[in-house]
């Protein structure tokens, strides 16, 4: 049995050996003749290479869209931010003359403090008697800015 064993093993070494054995000489110099006499076409690569880059690109443009906040700018000027107010209270220029020239009398750094706090403005036109103040301008302002209720 064992005679049998190593007889069928001989064969199919035999057999296969061929089949396992790797190209000859001569089929490997043809297959390199192939490929080395096929011209390649560099727009292809060129393309695929632009597509590549433009992908990059993309992916850079939204991750610093991702990073970057919607942040309302600072406001840090007064001058500008008396200006918006006036907008947003519809106040006329002489009103505005009026609340700086009350500012100034109650030394008070900007008219944005009467605006912004209807009590010291009550308070600001109670004390001032005489003078150029316009008080009816005064209790227009007033009631614009006064809390609605």
Sequence with gaps: MKTALALAVVVVLAICSPLIAGPSQEEVFRSINQNVGQTTDPRKFFAALVALAGVMMLLAVLTQRRKRQAVPRAM??????????????????????????????QS????????????????????????????????????????HG
């Design 76 to 105: 840090n000027h007064h001058g500008k931010l008396l200006k918006e107010m006036a907008r947003a209270l519809h106040l006329r220029s002489s009103e505005l003359r009026q609340l700086k020239m009350l500012a100034e009398e």
């Design 108 to 147: 008070l750094s900007s008219p944005l403090t009467l605006l912004l706090c209807p009590s010291v403005l009550a308070q600001a036109v109670k004390q001032k008697r005489k003078g150029r103040l316009d008080r009816r301008a005064m209790m227009q302002i007033m009631r614009r800015i006064a809390p």
